[in-house]
């Protein structure tokens, strides 16, 4: 089966670095997407990797590694408005999206 | 920007009623989507449109239909609402060329649809 793994809830302190990971098992891969969801809201759309490496994009950066199935999520110089939940998903061979249940971010003061 | 928009935040039914869910989008999308997301799962696809008129199953069809008479519009309908339909709904569009970034999903504010 089909299957997207991330930590349920995780902790940060404001001004620190977070990391979320997110491994995958699908039918076929045609590129990994990460949202961000804040309590209440839509997901909004934060990066794309489709390619191995590293996305820079101001504060959050995105990791792709194809081989391991896996990614991660990197966010520095955390702001308590990064409070929320980080939601990862696969594109399959199908075009289909598949969801993790999502990472949600605590940050403390 | 993006803009998709849900006819409404929250909704209360009773068992047995018919329930419509409209979603709008304004970017001239060829592909939109419902879903639904509970608490602990990730988010799940109800069913898909890539053009009007068409409609395709997603993980989860059952107890659900949906209508896409124009390109902007989809409608997502419970037939017979019952109380394990209490979930949010979340719409979304995206461009539709498969395989690039074009296919980022925007999605609308979300539904919130309480069933007694």
């Given at each position: 089966g089909q299957n997207i793994d991330q930590p349920t809830e995780m902790t940060a302190t404001e001004g620190a670095i977070v990391q979320i990971n997110c491994t995958y098992q699908t039918s076929g891969f045609n590129g990994l997407f990460w949202y961000q969801q804040h309590a209440g809201e839509a997901p909004t759309f934060l990066s794309y990797n489709v390619l191995d490496g590293l996305e820079e994009k101001g504060r959050f950066s995105s990791f792709l590694s194809r081989s391991k199935g896996y990614s991660y999520l990197l966010l520095k110089e955390?702001?308590?408005?990064?409070?929320a939940s980080y939601l990862c998903a696969v594109m399959d061979s199908n075009y289909q999206l598949i969801w993790g249940a999502g990472t949600k971010l605590i940050i403390k003061p | 920007d993006v803009k998709v928009t849900q006819s409404s935040r929250y909704l209360v039914k009773r068992t047995g009623e018919k329930v419509f869910l409209e979603c709008v989008q304004?970017?001239?999308?060829?592909n939109m989507f419902w879903y639904r997301q509970d608490p602990g799962l990730g988010l799940r696809l109800i069913y898909f449109s890539y053009d009007v008129k068409m409609k395709e199953k997603g993980d989860i069809p059952e107890g659900y239909s949906v209508s896409r008479e124009k390109k902007e519009r989809f409608s997502l309908i419970l037939e017979s609402a019952s109380t394990n339909q209490t979930s949010m709904y979340l719409c979304a569009s995206s461009l539709g060329?498969?395989?690039?970034?074009?296919?980022t999903q925007y999605f609308g504010p979300g539904t919130r649809l309480l069933v007694l």
């Open positions: 955390l702001q308590m408005k990064d409070s | 304004d970017m001239d999308h060829e060329f498969q395989g690039t970034p074009a296919e």
